[in-house]
């Protein structure tokens, strides 16, 4: 074959793959060491220079039409590494740029370090740990070699659970105990899947195994081992135990980053195992297994976010919910002699879920942190008029459910548009009914924060104290993206179009 | 049957044994110790499959470290000693679950192509060009370079995640409790003499790694483990976690790393290349600085989360 082997030659911009990753190392490091007050400092000169790379990625891909690849140390793999941005990794390089800079202006008011020579504890934590993730997240999407992706995994497993417990709690330290043991679990599975990938193949690359991989027992091995632990760390349902209790507990700016970006990591990676190393994987009754648990995902976390009482668990069941709708790209991207506009529609709606649930998402968890300062409390029974004092937040609270229903014009409605179209064309009509009962569950669950919030209070709140409008501005801005995806959805057809091997992988095999 | 065969056989009955050991332990001491024994019998059985590099960092990290974190953990845990047994349901959800995690790899071994394809011949080959001996030292520092620099950012990750479980008013403090200065305890006899002695072989087993068995992890390694014996002999203290020049240390090995290998861009046509006959050199240097940083941060993730108050 030499059509990959073109295709993972290095290319011109490579380098800015390299500086995705780096930067936010770079300022780890240099928080790390420099401490106190410039830990935020820090952070905050890279978000924009980090939101910089990503736009160049994204704009040298649409420009050339090719995807980006560089060589790590100018070895060519299989001997050297290879990182590599086709479409779908530079939407999602934009996505946690934006995501990671706006959680950080909102995070200031949370995580300000309070002036004088000592460091405190919070602050030092987050600021590190928010470049740190942003930097794991990077590796995941742009890495090319299955170990350098267990690498970039790890940087996220560890980047994330000490956020979980920021705020020392004891329920929050036992949450993030069991987040760990699950993530440290599907480490060692991706690990061991991936040792049996070089034992049969000589190769960690995903574009040399896209070549050689063939469906034999250790393969189906590798993928299970692989698949498992991947699922675990993303909480896939029945994997979801350790997930709404984490990302509940965690600090609102934190619980963002954990619900809208961190969890799809692990996600993205199931996708390059499944349409890069190993395609032709989709077609096997085993992605209708995947489609089997992201069913009951969207069904469980549906109706458990039905009977929260509490703002903060509803949004993370709600996050529970919502992941199962990206594993219905396997059984939907599947079977013989797809057309490839069909195999194209699935994976633009898989990427448009992952990509407006993180900002839909992000808002949610942002917008309820405000919530949660103002009164004091997140009972859903005592929000009501929370609509007449913070009327910005609870508008963005509307528009990131209607996205999270799947309702027009949103990314929501899109994705699931997309999604609902290509199980009639491939006549699985029970996944178009799942998408469909799914929007009714989230349309309740929305209901239940909005109908108290925008009804007149019982009795007077007690004086709210007024976020910032800045704050507020920027749970505003994150539900704005979530919906105006779904209105601007041509440019993203074309960017993920870039290197998509949904529809590289057609020939016959 | 030759006595080599004889002797796998008898590791295997080994490590078993030990894994039985290790499960089956009364306490969480017992199975700590059974740990510690069962990491030296997996190196033995790295040293038989010819791979010394790996047998080193399982004996250092798999055994040593990891064991005594483990036990360190159990002493802790004083009043869980005695742990809460599980019910039977889950007991053999778990056995089933184990058997299921160790039957299907095994499988998947079975129908492994023999002789398994492999990189050893490439690497072998890519060899002179770094001026390196040892193949393994080539595949951390040159042809997996990056792996290995984000490695030690996890490890950073690791000791922030640890520190981040002291109390807000600790921060910055010091490590673990002030252990006392007992001039007739034999661990003040062994965190005297030894040190000096393990001190040479840690920097040996770095030096060497360029063109033998050894590198910066092993020789890190030996090194935090030569400085807990001193901390726990009470001879030394840890210093402050808040101190600028102990996060340089921290920070210094994969920092160097990055530096040159953004320097690469420059002087060798990309990231993390060597230019031209200054390989060798240019990874010496970042190994010797790395094992620095490996043994600060190992010693400082067995001493644990600040629990003394920072000094004014």
Known sequence: MTAPALADMPTAGGFLLVLAIMLPIAGVLLQFMLGGRQAERIALLVMPAGLAVAVAVTAALVRSGRPLVYHLGSLAPPLGLSLRADGFSALMLMTTALIVGAIGLFARADFATPTGPVEARQPFVFWTLLLALWSALAVVFLGQDLFTLYVGLELLTFGAVPLVSLDGRAETLTAALRYLLFALFGSAFFLAGTVLFYGEYGTLDIALLAARTHPDTTSAIAVAMMTAGLLAKTALFPFHLWLPPAHAGAPAPASALLSSLVVKGPFFLVVRLWFGAMPGLTDLPAAQLLGALGAGAVLFGGVLALRQPRLKPLIAYSTVAQLGYLFLMFPLAGGEGLPASVRMAVWTGGAVQAVSHAFAKAAMFAGAGLIGQALGHDRIGGLRGVGRALPVTTFALALAGLSLMGLPPSGGFLAKWLLVRASIVTAQWWWAALVLAGGLLAGGYIFRIIAPALSAPEQPLPAIPAPARRREAVVLALALVSVLLGVVPFGLTTLLAVGSPAIAHIVPR | ?312
Do not use: C
Not at chain 2, 32 to 56: H, K, M, Q, S, T
Not at chain 2, 237 to 258: C, H, K
């Open chain 2, 1 to 312: 049957m030759t006595i080599g065969l004889l002797l796998d056989f008898f590791l295997v009955i080994l490590a078993l044994a030990a894994g039985w050991w290790t499960i089956g332990a009364k306490d969480s001491f017992g199975a700590a110790v059974a740990f510690v024994a069962y990491g030296l019998v997996l190196a033995l059985i790295w040293v038989r499959i010819a791979a010394p590099d790996v047998a080193l960092t399982e004996a250092a990290i798999g055994s040593g470290l990891t064991g005594g974190m483990l036990i360190a953990a159990s002493t802790r845990l004083e009043s869980a000693r005695q742990a809460t047994r599980a019910g039977s349901v889950t007991r053999r959800l778990a056995i089933a679950l184990s058997a299921l995690v160790a039957a299907a790899p095994a499988l998947a071994v079975l129908g492994l192509p023999d002789p398994p394809p492999s990189l050893a011949t490439a690497a072998m080959a890519a060899l002179p060009s770094t001026g390196l001996g040892n193949p393994v030292t080539g595949v951390l520092l040159a042809y997996r370079a990056v792996d290995t620099l984000l490695e030690k950012v996890v490890l950073i990750l690791a000791l922030l995640g640890t520190w981040s479980l002291a109390p807000d008013r600790l921060w910055g403090g010091l490590p673990g409790r002030k252990e006392r200065r007992n001039a007739a305890s034999p661990l003040t006899l062994l965190g005297q003499v030894l040190p000096p002695i393990g001190i040479v072989i840690g920097l040996h087993i770095l030096w060497v790694g360029a063109d033998e068995p050894g590198g910066a992890f092993q020789g890190g390694t030996i090194l935090a483990a030569m400085g807990m014996l001193a901390v726990m002999a009470g001879l030394v203290d840890v210093p402050a976690t808040s101190r600028r020049w102990l996060r340089l240390l921290v920070v210094a090995g994969p920092g160097l790393f990055l530096i040159v290998g953004l320097a690469g861009f420059v002087i060798a046509g990309g990231f993390l290349a060597y230019p031209a006959g200054f390989a060798k050199p240019l990874i010496l240097v970042v190994e010797v600085v790395l094992t620095l940083s490996v043994a600060a941060i190992l010693l400082l993730l067995l001493a644990g989360p600040p629990e003394r108050e920072p000094p004014r």
